[in-house]
């Protein structure tokens, strides 16, 4: 059996760790700021559907939020720290292997665990980690580390995902996952920032499913030996 990889991360983490603190602000849009309070530096799902985008101004959303009786809260990186330290300690418990990728991000790694049903693991992680700290992860697996950050994409975005937070990629037939990255965009892709999705689209490649069909070689050719990676890891290798 190959490994699998789990991505856990935590939804909107500076607004869930700023709501763990000050439960008023469940529910509304809330908007944490960069250091010297110049634009967003996260938000909450309340503030994206108004429109708030990632590193918009403050001075442009003051009203909007205002309007919409939202929150802009200056950032408070010990609590972040430390509410990371917190999560990441527990992930630990959950897996022989833990890599902290970022402040809210940790791949887990099993091998050997033929047998284990890890989408109930996954649901334990969700839970044990809101019950513990007041803090809603999305949890994805898949074959590949590519594989489970494109999970765990579809866990916190696709409707037939998000209400339980979970998606195990090895848990779908192939025409279920062909369906899935046919509808999910290029940029859903780890590592595919805008400049290659849009050179990717360019050359006819608008879909995971379109990027995982396109070989390797011709991509080491087109673009970069770290792209072709990524196809590989798309195709589970």
């Not at 950032?75 to 720290?81: D, E, G, R, W």
């Not at 630990?92 to 990728?101: D, K, L, V």
């Not at 994805?140 to 339980?164: E, I, V, Y």
Request: net charge neutral.
């Amino acid at each position: 059996m190959p490994a699998v990889f789990a991505l856990v991360d935590g939804n909107n983490f500076y607004v869930s760790c700023e709501r763990v603190f000050d439960p008023g602000l469940e529910g509304r849009p809330v908007v944490v700021l960069s250091n010297n309070d110049g634009c967003a530096v996260a938000r909450s799902n309340e503030a994206k559907a108004l429109g708030i985008g990632m590193g918009q101004p403050y001075f442009q959303i003051r009203e909007c939020l205002e309007a919409h009786k939202g929150m802009a809260l200056s950032s408070n990186y010990t609590l972040y720290a430390d509410m990371s330290r917190r999560m990441m300690s527990i992930l630990g418990h959950f897996a022989p292997e833990q890599e902290i990728y970022s402040i809210d991000e940790s791949f887990l790694r099993y091998e050997g665990f033929a047998g284990w049903d890890l989408t109930a693991m996954a649901a334990q992680i969700r839970q044990r980690v809101k019950q513990w700290i007041g803090i809603p992860v999305g949890v994805g697996l898949g074959n590949t580390k590519t594989l489970a950050k494109l999970a765990n994409h579809l866990a916190k975005k696709h409707p037939d995902f998000k209400d339980a937070g979970v998606c195990h990629l090895n848990d779908l037939t192939p025409a279920q996952q062909q369906h899935y990255f046919a509808t999910t965009a290029i940029d859903a892709v780890w590592g595919i920032g805008r400049r290659w999705a849009e050179q990717l689209k360019a050359d006819g490649i608008h879909s995971v499913a379109d990027l995982k069909a396109t070989h390797p070689h011709q991509i080491k050719s087109r673009y970069t030996v770290v792209l072709a990676k990524t196809v590989q890891e798309l195709n589970g290798v």
